[in-house]
């Protein structure tokens, strides 16, 4: 059980430095779309390395347009929403809209697999939606000084809906693949998708390192990590203790960048990470 909250932090810790990585790329000259290009693709490399090892390449026909939607919804949206929340609203911000994952999951499966909407889970999502609105009231920057403006709080909004289609999508593709497996069709489909948004810039080393550690770190090893940890802990407490990532956001993006929000903003994200263990408890 120790070795699984180990890995379980340790994904945690890197998926929270996905919005850090990204603004030192921000400073290297790359824009938003650059970056969730490249993230794309080198985490393909990865994965493709995995799943050519273990022998895991193998596609049924018939999932590949489904596989095409997750591709675009789950990779290319997702990516380039990830990146423009964080551009926009800064690292603290994009972790915590993210979250909004689980409310997005209850919503989509009252309409797609007619699940009951419960108490809980109507609680849930009133407490993702004021937290929200809480922090659209708050500021931000390093003394909140700055407003948090509506596209930086509709790219976060958008990224935790395509975040939790890992959960729904996702769901029927866990039945018949690995995570390798699936991300070595998924991810190139993806990186096409974005591609033609893309502004290639000159890149020194040290941008190149930045896209290596957001992908290799902060994408494809925070995936191992996770699905390690799940090994040793049931997924209930797995995913309580992913909610870190949105605290490690907060405060190394404080830090560095001295990113803040006011009391206001604090107290939404607060809800909205109580929505989180909400729906966990519910499982």
């Known amino acids: 059980m120790i070795r699984g909250y180990v890995f379980i932090i340790s994904a945690a810790i ?7 990585f990204s603004c030192l790329a921000f400073a290297e000259g790359l824009g938003p779309m650059e970056v969730a290009f490249w993230r794309a693709v080198i985490t393909w490399f990865c994965f493709g390395a995995q799943a050519a090892v273990k022998k895991e390449l193998g596609f049924d026909k018939k999932d590949f347009p489904l596989a095409a939607v997750f591709a675009f919804l789950g990779v290319s949206v997702f990516y380039i929403s990830y990146q423009l929340a964080v551009k926009s609203g800064g690292a603290a911000l994009a972790s915590v809209l993210l979250y909004t994952a689980p409310a997005w999951v209850v919503v989509c499966s009252f309409f797609i697999y007619k699940e009951r909407l419960t108490a809980l889970k109507i609680t849930a999502v009133i407490s993702v939606i004021l937290g929200v609105y809480l922090i659209s ?11 948090i403006g509506l596209a930086a709080i509709l790219w976060g909004l958008t990224s935790g809906f395509c975040y939790s289609l890992y959960y729904t999508i996702g769901k029927y593709f866990s039945k018949k693949y690995s995570g390798a497996n699936l991300f070595v069709w998924v991810l190139p489909m993806g990186a096409l998708g ?28 925070a995936n191992q990590c996770y699905y390690q940890g799940l090994k040793h802990l049931e997924a209930g407490r797995a995913s309580i203790v992913a909610t870190l990532e949105p605290v490690v956001a907060a405060v190394t993006a404080y830090i560095l960048f001295g990113e803040a929000f006011t009391l206001l903003g604090y107290g939404g994200a607060g809800l909205i990470l109580a929505a989180v263990l909400l729906t966990i408890y519910k499982e």
């Open 14 to 20: 890197l998926w929270g430095l996905i919005g850090i």
């Open 137 to 147: 009231k708050s500021g931000a920057g390093s003394t909140g000084e700055r407003s």
């Open 194 to 221: 974005i591609l033609p948004f893309v502004d290639f810039v000159p890149k020194s080393g040290t941008a190149w390192m930045i896209l290596i550690l957001v992908s290799i770190f902060s994408t494809f090893l």
